[in-house]
């Protein structure tokens, strides 16, 4: 059975910075795409920020120049790290990944329990 377990939420004042992991487990044959949605008090899930199996990243207009995403792939973990936070960037934060389990042909993609950033003062 495949899980992601994330951590590292928490309170942060503004402009302040947290780093987020989010750690695959269970039995995984390949894990491709991972990435970071979010979302905020009374609003749909957006995209933070994703990153390919050979690194590429790609990453939503209000995390650009301020969040990095990362992963390393020995520990099937991905981060997010968050500098210059916002009040508007508090959000549940919730890890996606597109796994393969082993014995299975297709993917599918799985979702973390969600971890609680909050940027106040």
């Known amino acids: 059975q495949v899980q992601l377990v994330e951590s590292g939420g928490g309170l942060v004042q503004p402009g302040g910075s947290l780093r987020l992991s989010c750690a695959a487990s269970?039995?995984?044959?390949?894990?491709?795409?991972m990435g970071w949605y979010r979302q905020p008090p009374g609003k749909q899930r957006e995209l933070v920020a994703t990153?390919?199996?050979?690194?590429?990243?790609n990453y939503a207009d209000s995390a650009k120049g301020r969040f990095t995403t990362s992963r390393d792939n020995a520990k099937n973990t991905v981060y997010l790290q968050m500098n210059g936070l916002k009040p508007e960037d508090t959000a549940v934060y919730y890890c996606?990944?597109?796994?393969?389990?082993?014995?299975?042909?297709?993917?599918?993609?799985?979702w973390g329990q969600g971890t609680q950033v909050t940027v106040s003062s």
């Open positions: 996606n990944a597109d796994i393969t389990p082993r014995g299975y042909y297709l993917s599918s993609s799985y």
């Open positions: 990153i390919s199996s050979g690194g590429s990243t």
């Open positions: 269970g039995s995984i044959f390949r894990i491709r795409a």
